[in-house]
């Protein structure tokens, strides 16, 4: 069964580097079934793309974040990082890692961590 | 890139049904569309994927009471017999080659 467990830092101050870990069990990272990814849910708000990344080294970001944010796999950890630059208190999300199905061509979010909450704030 | 429009609540009682809408924006009538629950203090799960043909696919474990459908430029999710843990916040999301896009969540009171 495909788990996802995220490694979030809970609290950081503005303009610090956010270091996101995602373990994946289940399922190797590598995998030809699946990418990997990540949203946020701003507090009370809906969910937001962030970046995906595939077993082939494919990497997409959001448009508002591509310059702040980079996505890697780690295969040997079987793990999905994110690193975002020089954050604000926008920033302040329940981030969750996802797994994307490659659903004959069609990716979908299929799977969802449990989500860890962060907070930007001096 | 595609947009996707939801209504922000909808109300049902219970083992009533309730019938949500996603509609996509012009020029994408013909997009899959994915659908999640996010039950209060949780985080989403899939529910199912809807073709502009109407066909959906389920994820694992989602009752037979949840289904799908399509007209045009909207997608729909179906909740028969609602349940009291059916009261949750739904979204659809869609992908569009290079990025992905959720609506705005529909809020689903159970009276």
């Known amino acids: 069964q495909l788990q996802l467990r995220e490694s979030v830092p809970g609290l950081l101050q503005p303009s610090e580097t956010l270091s996101l870990t995602c373990t994946v069990s289940?399922?190797?990272?590598?995998?030809?079934?699946?990418?990997w990814g990540w949203i946020r849910q701003p507090p009370g708000k809906g969910l937001d793309f962030i970046a995906t990344?595939?077993?082939?080294?494919?990497?997409f970001y959001s448009r508002s974040l591509q310059s702040r944010a980079s996505i890697l796999l780690d295969t040997s950890k079987n793990q999905v990082s994110l690193t975002l630059n020089s954050v604000t208190g926008a920033d302040t999300s329940t981030y969750y890692c996802?797994?994307?199905?490659?659903?004959?061509?069609?990716?979908?979010?299929?799977?969802w961590g449990q989500g860890s909450p962060l907070t930007v704030s001096s | 890139q595609p947009v996707l429009t939801q209504s922000s609540s909808a109300s049902a009682s219970l083992g009533s049904s309730v019938k949500l809408t996603c509609t996509l924006s012009?020029?994408?009538?013909?997009?899959?569309v994915s659908w999640h629950q996010q039950q209060p203090g949780k985080a989403p799960r899939f529910l199912m994927r809807?073709?502009?043909?109407?066909?959906?696919t389920k994820g694992g474990g989602i009752p037979d009471r949840f289904s799908g459908s399509s007209f045009g430029a909207d997608r729909y999710l179906i909740i028969s017999d609602l349940h009291l843990d059916d009261e949750a916040e739904y979204y659809c999301?869609?992908?569009?080659?290079?990025?992905?896009?959720f609506g705005g969540g529909t809020k689903v009171t159970v009276l």
């Open positions: 996802v797994s994307v199905l490659d659903d004959d061509g069609y990716f979908h979010f299929d799977n």
């Open positions: 289940g399922v190797s990272v590598s995998s030809r079934s699946h990418c």
């Open positions: 990344v595939c077993h082939d080294g494919t990497v």
């Open positions: 012009r020029g994408h009538s013909k997009y899959i």
């Open positions: 809807v073709e502009n043909n109407g066909d959906y």
């Open positions: 999301e869609t992908w569009d080659s290079n990025t992905w896009v």
